[in-house]
Structures are given as C-alpha cells and as structure tokens.
C-alpha cells in the first residue's frame, strides 16, 4: 500500500487493523467470505476508471470495448456454473437484483409473498422498513413453530388465500435445505412467478451440494460473495423469455453506469468456481457447519430446527438468560466475530435479538476443518455460557488467536 500510506495514512492505518483484525480473529458471519488475490486484484484495477452505461455492444460511451469482453466473460461463465440461459451481472447487490425483478415483473400495490425476517427472511423480502414493504401489498409466511422449517402445505394454503404476484423463497438465516420445485408448484397453482434469493447458498447450489433453483424457478437472484466467495455484488438468472425485462429493469430501470471493476471481479470468481476443487470446498463448508452445529449441541446449547444443512446455524439464546447482543459482545472480545440474529417466535428488538448466527465459509476459505470446528465450537460454549467471566474469555482469546496465527488470510 506504498501510495495509499503515501497520499492517506490515516485511511492506510485503518486497512492495516482491518486486515490485522481479521487475521487474528475467526470470522463467523454467515454472509462474509474470503475473496482471493485474483479477486482483490480485479477489484483494486483500471477497470474502475470508465463508465460502461449500457450493455456489451450497446454501450453509451466509447472505449468499452475491454468492458464488453469482461461482461461477457462474467454472464458466460455464471451461466456454465449455474446451467442458466441468461445471466445479468450488473446489479450492485443482492437486494438491487431482487428490486430489478420486482420492478420488470409487479406494478406498485401488487402482492409480495415471502418468509418474515423474523423467521429467516431478508430485509428486501417484504419488510415494513424496507422499500418493498411500502410498495407492495406484502403477506409473509411463518415456519412450522414445532419444527422451525418451512411448511409447504401452509404457504400453499396462504398463496391461495393471497394470490401474490411474486412468490420469494430463499433466506438469510434458515439453517435447513429449501425445496425450490415445491416453491415453483406453488406458484403455478396460484398464477404467480416465483423467485428464489440464492445468496447465501449459492456456492453450495452451484455445486450440487444443495439443490440449486435456477432452471426451477421463474427468476433465481444471487449476491457474488458469501459461499460464492467473490466481491461484493448481485446478479440475477432466468431462461430466456425473461432476459429483455430483466435487463432493462436493472438498466436503466433501476441503476446507471455498473461498477466494472466489481463486475471484473466476478468474472475471476466465477472462473473460480468453475474449478473441480470448488465443489470440494462448498462440501467443507457443509462439513465444517455440522460438526460446529454439532459441538454446540453436544455442549447444551439449542440450534433452531435442531441443526443445519447449509453453512449456517442459529443459536436460541433464551435457555442461556441471554441476549443476541450479549453474545455477539462478549464473542468479540474473545476474538470470534459473529452476529446478533432474531428467532422464530423473536420477542426481543432487531437490535437485541434472542439469537445468534454463525456460518463458516471464511473459516474454511483459511482451511480449517472439522477438528477445528470442533474446538472453536467448545470456545463458542465457554463464553456464551459465562459471558461475565473475563479470565475464561481472557484465555479464549489467547487460543483462538494461536489457531488464527496458523491459517494466514493469503498464505505466501
């Protein structure tokens, strides 16, 4: 960083902790992954500097036509992982690829189904706080309160009484495998589109290690991180009938100039995943979050819907006397980086929550496996279960930062 500690030494030190930060802690939160030096290369490149309003070979500025062979590189190479027939890579995030579909395919007022945050929904599913809360007539379905999974009869049920526009299935916190045919069934039923929020999982679906929704659903969004590690960034998938109203609701419906260097860096993280050993790490993904899920069991703490099929898994702190905050809190101090999350059946604020995720695709981008799953799920135990004892964070702390030190973030 010679020139950035050149020209800002003050935004220069701040990247230097970030990254310290990140070496000697463990990352836990499900939605963060690792990128690569490829990644971080593409991102921090020339590819910044010009606008490419438009789509490759219909561009409103010159000289893009470097841009064009990116673009094309990137929707190529996410349509072969995925098996899609048309991919758009432009959207900024996740939630603007599901505001793009929501824009080419509901007017305002028109139905929205999807699950509640509180039960594992996203923020752009259908909350009240959100955009999508106050431009579509939303209802949202619950999961079964004896099971915490999904009900399919009873969003049938609920689909038929509400008739929506646009069933969403996907979540940001549901621990247990989706069953995308049944969502699409359901919607067929009732005459509505069905789109699934792959974000989370999309790593784990484009390597058949959980079942995947494009090619099943009308319309599959994605972001390029979490298990897909790559850069921050959406994306949104659906067969060819769909490809012109997509595309012009992301532009110019809904954005301006994309950001191509981000859009670079998609295309080498799809390179990426294209790799044989990709799909061995989406299964050590799944491998390490069962054996974590597992500890934490095994240690007398409760796992909503009894543990998890994905990456994730969720704490019910209750039993603890305990809140999400707390946890989050005292894990921090011990050098375990995770996050505040609500519950089904939550009676606590979004800012306080009576749970908490953990998800381990960073984890297992640094290479660690199942018997360090299983010491960082004692350590989890430790803290959450004696939150107040400073000496036995005091010595988590200590621990989890010699196991760091042995999994550098981008060995030499």
């Known amino acids: 960083m010679f020139y950035l500690a050149k020209t800002d030494p003050q935004i220069a030190d701040i990247i230097e902790k970030e990254r310290l930060r990140q070496q000697n802690g463990l990352e836990l939160i499900a939605s963060e992954n690792l990128v690569s030096r490829a990644v971080l290369e593409a991102m921090g490149s020339v590819m910044t500097n010009k606008y490419a309003e438009g789509y490759p070979g219909k561009r ?11 673009e094309n590189l990137a929707r190529d190479r996410l349509k072969k992982l995925f098996g899609a027939q048309h991919a758009n890579v432009q959207p900024h995030s996740g939630t603007q690829a599901n505001m793009a579909v929501y824009f080419a395919f509901m007017k305002l007022g028109e139905g929205l189904m999807s699950m509640k945050l509180s039960q594992g929904g996203h923020l752009s599913h259908g909350s009240p706080v959100s955009f ?10 619950s999961l079964d309160p004896k099971t915490e999974m999904l009900d399919y009869g009873m969003v049938g049920e609920l689909a038929k009484k509400e008739k929506p526009k646009i069933i969403v299935c996907g979540a940001s916190a549901y621990p247990r495998t989706i069953d995308f045919k049944a969502f699409q069934e359901i919607a067929d039923d009732v005459g509505a589109y069905c789109m699934a929020d792959i974000a989370h999982i999309a790593g784990l679906c484009a390597t058949g290690v959980h079942p995947t929704s494009v090619g099943v659903t009308n319309f599959t969004t994605t972001t390029s991180h979490k298990t897909l590690r790559g850069p921050r960034g959406g994306a949104i998938m659906c067969n060819t009938e769909y490809a012109q109203a997509i595309d012009k609701a992301v532009f110019p419906g809904m954005q301006g100039g994309p950001l191509m260097h981000t859009i670079t860096a998609k295309a080498v993280c799809f390179e990426e995943a294209l790799r044989p050993s990709f799909k061995e790490y989406n299964r050590q993904i799944v491998k390490n979050a069962k054996v974590l899920a597992e500890t934490l069991m095994d240690c007398g703490l ?6 998890t099929d994905n990456h994730l898994m969720l704490i019910d702190l209750i039993g603890q006397g305990i809140t999400g905050l707390e946890a989050e809190t005292a894990l921090g101090k011990a050098g375990i980086t995770a996050n505040k999350n609500t519950i089904p059946n939550e009676t606590k604020s979004p800012f306080v929550t009576s749970g908490l995720r953990l998800g381990t695709p960073v984890v297992t981008s640094r290479g660690m496996k199942e018997e360090h799953m299983r010491q960082i799920g004692t350590w989890i135990a430790t803290v959450v279960k004696d939150i107040h004892n400073e000496a036995a964070i005091k010595d988590v702390k200590t621990k989890v930062t010699a196991m760091a030190g042995k999994f550098p973030l981008y060995p030499e």
């Open 302 to 307: 409760r796992l909503v819907s009894g543990g």
């Open 132 to 141: 999508t809360g106050h431009f579509y007539n939303v209802t949202q379905y």
């Open 60 to 70: 409103y500025y010159g000289g893009c036509e470097f841009y064009d062979i990116a």
